[in-house]
């Protein structure tokens, strides 16, 4: 009995990874998908310096959710926080972060099919950033992104459409402000923002897991459709 339970933790286990970050080591958990030229998808964590990790419940259900859509998958720690090397560098440095993560899957995985990034709150603000610095990247998740707090006027013009999740009792970043954002990204050429509107949801999503779940997985499952669809036209 206790060999089975023994076994089943182990092909349950989420490896622990350290790669190299551009200010010393950085620590992420990585899932790699026993499918053949699966697409990748990078999870990036809310603020460092308010108590953000990869362990997060909101990057941790999306680490899931990619996970469940046979995606390989990583989320990792921004510099200074758990066992990433570093101190935090007020977003430029962390950006960084991210786009190491991102040549290290890349390199894990040469003949990927397609590569996602997803982020929240602080993360949604890294991972915008990456977006505009990486054109490989195919499609995005941004939960909760700060909007009233940082200047995205940089997505111009963004590269590709995404799906974007805002809580409308969100006491940090009013919804208001980020109904702009997307309304401005709305109006750029061949761009679509998705965007839905958790009622009741507050900053932390505390009670809203299970919708962050279940609109990536169906906003996701609808993209990956479209482009095996436009793949058979052709």
Not at 23 to 46: C, F, K, N, V, W
Not at 120 to 125: C, E, L, V
Not at 190 to 207: C, E, K, W
Not at 216 to 226: H, N, P
């Amino acid at each position: 009995m206790h060999r089975r339970g023994h076994r089943k933790k182990r092909r349950n286990a989420m490896p622990e990874v350290m790669f190299a970050g551009p200010d010393g080591r950085l620590e992420g958990r990585y899932h790699h998908s026993q499918e053949t030229g699966a697409p990748l998808a990078l999870i990036m964590h809310p603020h460092p310096l308010h108590g953000g990790t990869m362990n997060n419940r909101i990057t941790y259900t999306m680490y899931q959710s990619f996970q469940k859509l046979g995606f390989s998958v990583m989320r990792f720690n921004f510099r200074g926080v758990g066992r990433s090397q570093g101190r935090y560098d007020g977003g430029i440095g962390e950006i960084g972060d991210a786009a190491a993560a991102l040549d290290w899957m890349q390199m894990v995985n040469p003949s990927h099919g397609g590569l996602w990034i997803a982020g929240y709150s602080f993360g949604a603000f890294v991972g915008m950033q990456l977006l505009m610095r990486r054109p490989e990247v195919s499609g995005w998740i941004s939960v909760a992104p700060p909007a009233s707090h940082y200047d995205f006027g940089f997505l111009a013009p963004c590269p590709c459409g995404g799906l974007l999740l805002h809580g409308d009792a969100d006491e940090l970043v009013p919804e208001p402000s980020v109904r702009k954002l997307v309304d401005k990204l709305n109006t750029q050429k061949n761009v679509t923002v998705d965007y839905r509107i958790a009622a009741g949801a507050d900053h932390v999503f505390a009670n809203h897991a299970d919708y962050v779940a279940h609109a990536l997985e169906d906003y996701v499952m609808k993209v990956q459709a479209r482009k095996i669809m436009a793949l058979a036209a052709d």
